[in-house]
């Protein structure tokens, strides 16, 4: 027999809903008309609400019960269909073979079944992935264990996902070892954020840094990135491999080198000088029996000096450069990094104003304590500066392989308030804390403060990892392809504080007499129009040079017929043999690892007197100069300097030309006569803003009618002998 579905079930029971009401309706309905009850209207109104209350009750009692019939079924499939997706996966709904709701009942269960199925296959499927991708990870493990670099898996927010033993015993990490960790519990964060951002923005495919954990060892790390399958950078892989033997065996061969030369200098000088001046002695002219092994001793000093001084060569030592193992940046992504280290103190970054050269030099900097030492002092810088002051990081490359930067505001401070800032410890990451000093004279560099009226700086010099480029710089200097070529190491510009001439108070017009005795009357007649001139400017190590203050630079330019020769350029540094002290440092800028390749003043000054022969050589005060030449002119064998050839000095002819004047040192005549200077006290900066100003002279004299070289010496005698300057 075929079942009642539940289309025909419905059907019979609305059939049965009404037909049963209404038979039982008209059989009572018949029974009061043989009555007669419809004879009485009340009776009659009152059998039809009688009726019509029982069916509608009857109606509502079937209607509810066909309802809960109906609704319970559902409910039983939708309790056992939420057991099967749930808890339960094997239940099944009962059938009863007799309508769709059974057939919905039997769709169901066999859906779970399929899903059942399905569900054993994907778990056969992952069991088995997971398996292989176990072996895999342990071959991984077995690989990474067995190799002598550490590797560190991490996301971009540092959590270790993956890392061998080695790189755990080389971060220090505890028993529990790296994963789940944050890599920047065991190094520098800003430090690895900088070199992360450089691969995210595609600056490189690959990051070498150095990291130095809390452990103290120093690693050479090596970053790459790994990428997820939307092809963006997901994490990073950090090669790590220890090179702290040969670092510290660095550190320390300089150390000792560096103490061992400083030992020798001095008992060295001392001998030489002994020996000279026992050699000038009367008692030990030639014919003295001792005299013969007083010159041995002198000859062997000097040679052992030189012997030291070659030694000291960086090339050699490797002491005027950073070591080996600190990684290349530039001076603008130095300071990025300090800046970062400034957020979470909540500093007004965004004041620090970054002026670089294009294109930037490379340093060769550990990121992690300059970027440090950079930030202590930007931080006080903004924390002293004026309400409306800036503050601004000023790079600049200056010939020598030497980057010089300056951090400086708009403020006011004590000079020995910045010194202390420069001595006090900051934290060089995980790995302890160093002086600003003591990190910037590990990147062999130097460091000093500047406090004016309303403006305080610090400065810094740091050697460059690149050659020295050979092309003009476009500032008005001359191209270092046309600069004199026999004095080897170039003397740079801009190194020293702007400010007053540190020779000033200070004159000695003995070395004019000489040269005016030593002038023949036919240079006086001379033209000045065309005579050859070479102007003359040096840097010292101090103003007293009877007491050891030795030549740190020179420089040299030609004026010929009236017109300043930029291409035609002497430009030397010279190594003193001598630590350069810090105050002269403050005024030139010039440091010990700057001048540690640079040639002696034996092969300097022979180079310069080939450079300035048959010239007439002007300077401003050049007194000074001639004053720290002559003993080495004289050591050397060589003529004088004043009895070979005439000397003006163009303090002397703006005193001639402007007597009225009350200031005429190199900034004031400068000032009065429209010239600009640049790199004032440098050597080369000096010597080229002394020129300008001397060809300005000459056409100043003319008017005077000063037109020759015996007239233009007479105007400085009478400057001489009744202006005597005191400026």
Known sequence: MRPWNLERKLVLAVLALFLVPTVVAGAILAALYRRGAFEDPAALVLAFVVGFVGM????????????????????EIQRGTELMATVHPDHRLRVHRGDEVDALAEEINRMADRVREARGGLETQVEQATRAL???RAKLSAILAELDEGVVVATLDGLVTLANPVAQELLGAPTGGLLARSLFDFVDREKVAHFLDRLRAGQSAAERFSLQPASGAVLHAGMTPFLGADGRITGFILALRDVS???HREDERRRLLTETLEALRGPLSSVRSLSESLLGDPSFAPGNGSRPLLEAIHAEAVRLSG?????????????AHAPWHFEQITVSDLIVVSLRRLAPDGMDRDAVRVEAPTPEPRLRAEVSALSAAFAHLLGHLLAMRTPAGGVWVRSSRRRGQVMQVEAGADGQSTLARLEELLDASVKVGPAGRLSVREIVRRHAGEAWAVADADRL?????LPVEETRESSSTGDGLPPSGARFVGAGTVSGFGGGEAGPDWRR???DFSFFDQMERSLLPADRARALDELTFVVLDTETTGLHPEAGDRVLSMAGVRVRDGVLRRSEVFDALINPGRPIPAGSIRFHGITDAMVAEAPSIDVVLPAFLRFAEGAVLVGHEVWFDLRCLEPDVARLGLPSLTATRPVLDSLLLSQAVHASASDHDLDAVAARLGVRIQARHSALGDALATAEVFVRLLELLRKRHIRTLGQALDAARAVRTHRMPRS
């Open 56 to 75: 509608m009750a009857y109606l509502g009692l079937m209607a509810h019960g066909l309802g809960r019939a109906l609704v319970s079924r559902l409910q």
């Open 134 to 136: 176990s072996e895999e």
């Open 245 to 247: 033997r040969p670092a």
């Open 307 to 319: 012997l030291v001084a070659s030694v000291g060569v960086p090339s050699l030592m490797g002491l």
């Open 457 to 461: 700086a610090f400065r810094f010099t």
């Open 505 to 507: 108070g200070f004159y």
